[in-house]
């Protein structure tokens, strides 16, 4: 009886090592499942499809776009209880906080952000808007007058936009980053155009805000991109992409160096269209941006997730999962459920 016993014990304890040491991977990346990331980096960009990504591959001298890094890769259904195609301040909203009750009204905050549920006490946030006016943002979140409000405490937002209110504050990169709650207008945009750019400005913000403790939560919110699609300036719109993946290189890099960190893509309001086919169709295209045939905005939106937790958001599900995909860790596996015990 001893004897069986003892043969049990070195048979699984073998099995325990040969387990330990095969290297789990994800996309061919070596990746631990079910790590928790201890701090999570956003960036939605508003009109992207994964069907623009030849405008990177095909039409720059890039030999590796940022997307192709990616972990993981998914799609998501974009509709809320009230629009098939909502508008993508609407479902980015739904992406932070899992709510598909976008009424474009003061209620839509009446619902925490991911971020206010990290943790035991919560973590901060430092957002940076991109395309949109004021008021359009997440600062409507601090202009209601709510019982709960769940963005005053716990978020920074800074806005690449021009403000005619004489009582804003102001940020200028690097040289000026405020990193307490409220919201900050950037002293460059307060001409005709912006003097500072998104990956400049994203740069030092981040740089500056992740020093502060229980800051684990940095995105970047753009609009600009779905407005010079919808203006059909792709020459503009392939640019601006070009700064996009740059941005998302560098968050990239930093988790590289950091692999307790998740990265995150999302987009939503994808705006379709069709390239040329091949040939002279497609050099006009390269040179001139013409023969785009333009389509219906998408009914689905993209992700694309690399770091800690990225396989929680490989497959097929609703924008107003990611929160609760974002926050779910599965427990830990005991040794009776690894081997059928």
């Not at 800690?308 to 459920?337: T, W, Y």
Request: hydrophobic share 40%; net charge neutral; glycine share 6%.
């Amino acid at each position: 009886m001893i004897k069986n016993r003892l043969t049990l014990v070195v048979i699984l304890g073998m099995l325990l090592i040969l387990s330990c040491s095969r290297m789990n991977t994800i996309n061919l990346q070596r990746h631990t499942f079910g790590e928790p990331p201890q701090k999570i980096i956003w960036l939605q960009v508003a009109g992207l499809s994964d069907e623009h990504l030849p405008l990177l591959k095909f039409s720059t001298s890039l030999k590796q776009i940022s997307f192709e890094r990616s972990y993981c890769a998914g799609k998501m259904w974009a509709y809320n209880l009230y629009s098939l195609r909502p508008k993508a301040h609407d479902n980015f909203l739904s992406q932070i906080s899992g709510s598909k009750n976008q009424k474009n009204s003061c209620s839509d905050y009446d619902y925490p952000p991911f971020w206010k549920n990290l943790g035991k006490s919560g973590a901060l946030a430092g957002i940076l808007e991109n395309g949109l006016e004021e008021g359009q943002g997440l600062d409507q979140a601090f202009q209601c007058k709510s019982e709960q409000n769940f963005y005053s405490d716990f978020t920074i937002i800074w806005k690449m936009t021009r403000t005619r209110s004489p009582d804003a504050a102001f940020f200028q990169a690097p040289i000026n980053i405020p990193l307490t709650a409220g919201v900050y207008f950037d002293k460059s945009c307060q001409q005709e155009s912006c003097h500072s750019g998104l990956y400049e400005n994203a740069k030092q913000t981040f740089e500056s805000f992740i020093k502060r403790p229980f800051a684990n939560v940095y995105l970047v919110r753009d609009f600009e991109y779905e407005k010079l699609l919808q203006k059909r300036e792709m020459l503009k719109a392939r640019e601006h992409l070009l700064e996009i993946d740059k941005l998302h290189t560098f968050f990239l890099d930093y988790q590289k160096a950091n692999p307790n960190v998740l990265v995150l893509l999302t987009s939503t309001a994808a705006l379709s269209f069709e390239f040329p086919e091949q040939g002279i169709a497609w050099e006009e295209f390269d040179k001139k941006g013409k023969n785009i045939v333009f389509r219906q905005t998408s009914l689905m939106s993209s992700v694309f997730a690399t770091g800690a937790l990225s396989e929680n958001f490989c497959g097929l599900f609703e924008e107003s999962e990611m929160r609760d995909r974002i926050l779910k860790v599965p427990p830990p596996l005991n040794f009776r459920d690894m081997y059928g015990l």
